[in-house]
């Protein structure tokens, strides 16, 4: 994940947020951002070709509402971590500054996968 303008604070944020991500949601320790490819593994693995790509997304001063959203989520779960409180609750106001005063671009990483039957590929 890439915000603009940045942040010192960017860093240490996304590194709490990434480890949120890969935390146990009840049934053991998430893929994070791992998931993609071991989606992709499995599906190999089951008999599926598959294609991948990166398809990031890309929030700007059209997406205020999802990028208060997005915000608001990325600091509740660096929170959770125990992230100093106010680290986290200085760069998400400032973020949410910038997204008021619609100068904030985020770019969240995606992936894409098509899988196809092996027996249905040309």
């Known amino acids: 994940m890439e915000f603009a303008p940045a942040l010192d604070l960017d860093a240490e944020i996304r590194a709490l947020f990434n480890r949120h991500q890969k935390g146990d949601k009840g049934f053991g320790a998430a893929l994070g951002g791992d998931a993609p490819r071991e989606a992709e593994e499995i599906l190999n693995m ?3 070709l598959c294609e991948s790509a990166a398809s990031p997304w890309q ?3 059209r997406d205020v509402p999802l990028q208060r959203e997005l915000i608001g989520g990325i600091a509740a779960a660096a929170g959770e971590l125990g992230g100093d409180r106010d680290v986290v609750e200085t760069w998400c106001s400032q973020r ?3 997204i008021e005063q619609s100068q904030s671009t985020a ?3 995606h992936w894409d996968i098509l899988a196809v039957p092996a027996e249905d590929a040309p």
């Open 59 to 61: 929030l700007g001063p």
């Open 46 to 48: 089951a008999g599926f």
């Open 96 to 98: 949410m500054t910038f």
């Open 107 to 109: 770019w969240i990483g």
